[in-house]
């Protein structure tokens, strides 16, 4: 009787060890810029209509650097008869907010907006007269998306993102996994544990004396 509580004893104890282990664990994830391209397409529709203008966004292009996240946004522009094709590049920071990461702090790299059809007067009056207010509402569009939509998150309540950083083609995201399930087993594993020995202890005890 004695070898079986001890034999018990032992299993709640490696059991309870096993739980306590793995009730939070931390865990490196890799997130390519193939992954976050995938992610991308999820980002559209974006469409801006203002001042008889029409400008029409494409899925952007994610990259990663040491230093921040690039975005390669391709859109077309249509108003007054003209149809013109451009292309912004963005540096982008990252945050964590409420447990997801997305984009933040977007910075213009560059900004091209060029005439599809033909280059005339009428073309490029338009994009003298048209082409800060199209970079100003593709800032105001791709900003407010990127807000809405992260780029990486968990579909459940037991990972945590805790930090990350920029490698050249992938984000290291350093993530806990928390079982709080896990942390019940384990204390009950343990008090069982103690008190089969108790148990053993006493009867030993009893046994001794008699």
Do not use: Q
């Not at 970079?135 to 968990?154: A, C, D, W």
């Amino acid at each position: 009787m004695n070898r079986i509580l001890y034999l018990l004893s032992f299993i709640f104890l490696v059991t309870g060890v096993y739980f306590y282990v793995n009730h939070d664990v931390e865990k490196d994830i890799n997130f390519s810029k193939e992954e976050a391209n995938i992610v991308s397409k999820s980002m559209l529709p974006m469409l801006v209509e203002e001042s008889g203008i029409k400008i029409i966004y494409e899925n952007p292009i994610i990259d990663f650097s040491n230093n921040n996240a690039l975005i390669d946004l391709n859109f077309k522009v249509e108003g007054f008869s003209l149809i013109f094709s451009g292309n912004a590049k963005f540096n982008s920071k990252l945050t964590i907010k409420d447990n997801k990461i997305y984009f933040s702090e977007l910075n213009y790299k560059s900004f091209n907006l060029i005439d599809k059809v033909e280059e005339n007067e009428l073309s490029d009056v338009f994009i003298k007269k048209y082409s800060e207010f199209i970079k100003n509402k593709t800032m105001e569009g791709l900003t407010i998306t990127l807000k809405r939509k992260p780029i990486y998150y968990f579909n459940n309540d037991n990972n945590f993102i805790n930090d990350f950083k920029l490698n050249e083609s992938h984000l290291v995201i350093n993530t806990s996994i928390y079982n709080k399930d896990y942390k019940t087993y384990y204390i009950i594993c343990f008090i069982f544990s103690f008190l089969l020995l108790l148990i053993s202890f006493l009867f030993n005890n009893n046994k001794t004396k008699r």
